[in-house]
């Protein structure tokens, strides 16, 4: 009896994880993809963990995700937001230096795209996230992916290549690059990439580029962002709504979350803005610390709190066949992180189902 219960468990498992991969297969070619329901991540590479001198205060303060991007998709996860800057290393002092033959660039500084969360570095890589990104889409065609980035600006790091750095390696991947249009359909989009970024890097995108974006809880979908491809424009609402330390944060933030559901399905949206894309971010903090910085800044419990209050929140809200937009969350795949029921799993699998 427990062989057979254990066998139809895994059976289970297998059967929820193929249709987690490969959720995109059951929508038509022709459905805009602005009108479909992505679940995403919010800085997605903090599942990786962080590098040896950000590790401590890294996961103290800035863990969002348990779960690195091959498991976000293999839970159903298609939107990642990215956030990287140029990580400077300094070539190491070689003490036989005098007597080894040199290479032009041995003394000059490496440069790596980095992700990062605020001032700590992930152990993952912008070119690093491409390359998980094209395996999965090689492994699964019918699939695609979007990706939200920022540069991730700091005081303390040197960005001024970041453009330039950016821009090549996207031209390296401009095979998987679709352009931005509003009506873009899902088989358009199907085994590829649609990069949308909030900071230019050229004077016309390898994707789109975001300009407008909020961080109020308001949701005023006739002030909506800009979205520009090559070619065409678009509109975007999006609620980004992240501070929740604050009496009454919660409540304004679960009211924002509501609200930009209902302006994404919403007959008199659709009517004046019948290409518009949403965005709608259930991630935030309700904790801040001291504890490694001069001044507050969340935490990871905070992030973890929060996401204990809205991912179940959001995945309650949706019912049956209906538009959430991108849903980027923290803690994505997992319903349980740290001492909190963060319901990243079932929020996930609330918004693929909301597609059918």
């Not at 987690?20 to 992505?38: E, F, G």
């Not at 205060?57 to 779960?67: D, P, R, V």
């Not at 390296?172 to 990069?195: A, C, K």
Request: net charge neutral; hydrophobic share 40%; charged share 20%.
């Amino acid at each position: 009896m427990h062989k057979l219960l254990l066998s139809l468990l895994l059976s289970l498992a297998a059967i929820t994880t193929a249709y987690a991969s490969d959720w995109l297969s059951r929508i038509d070619d022709d459905r805009r993809v602005c009108r479909l329901s992505i679940p995403g991540t919010h800085d997605a590479c903090t599942g990786y963990g962080f590098v040896a001198q950000d590790t401590l205060a890294g996961n103290y303060i800035a863990c969002t995700q348990q779960l690195d991007i091959s498991a976000q998709w293999a839970v159903g996860v298609r939107a990642f937001d990215l956030r990287p800057d140029v990580l400077t290393t300094q070539p190491a002092k070689d003490p036989n230096a005098k007597y080894r033959k040199h290479h032009k660039d041995d003394n000059q500084p490496k440069r790596t795209l980095q992700i990062y969360h605020g001032e700590f570095a992930t152990r993952q890589t912008f070119n690093g996230v491409f390359d998980v990104l094209r395996d999965s889409l090689a492994a699964h065609p019918t699939e695609f992916a979007i990706i939200i980035m920022q540069h991730e600006r700091s005081s303390h790091r040197d960005g001024s290549h970041w453009e330039a750095m950016i821009d090549y390696a996207l031209a390296e991947n401009s095979d998987l690059l679709v352009d931005f249009r509003p009506d873009l359909t899902v088989g358009q989009l199907r085994g590829r990439i649609l990069v949308l970024s909030r900071d230019t890097y050229r004077p016309t995108p390898r994707g789109g580029y975001i300009d407008g974006w909020r961080f109020d809880a308001a949701v005023d979908w006739q002030q909506p962002a800009a979205m520009r491809g090559y070619a065409m424009k678009g509109v975007l609402c999006v609620q980004d709504f992240y501070n929740m330390t604050w009496e009454g944060g919660t409540t304004a933030k679960l009211a924002a979350i509501e609200r930009l559901l209902r302006v994404a399905n919403s007959a008199e949206v659709a009517a004046k803005y019948p290409d518009m894309w949403f965005i709608n971010h259930t991630s935030g903090f309700k904790y801040t610390s001291t504890e490694y910085t001069a001044e507050p800044v969340s935490t990871s419990e905070g992030y973890r709190a929060n996401a204990a209050d809205t991912n179940a929140f959001l995945a309650n809200l949706i019912k049956g066949r209906m538009t959430t937009g991108l849903v980027m969350m923290d803690f994505a795949g997992v319903d349980r992180s740290g001492e909190h029921d963060v319901m990243g799993r079932k929020l996930v699998n609330a918004v693929i189902n909301s597609n059918f």
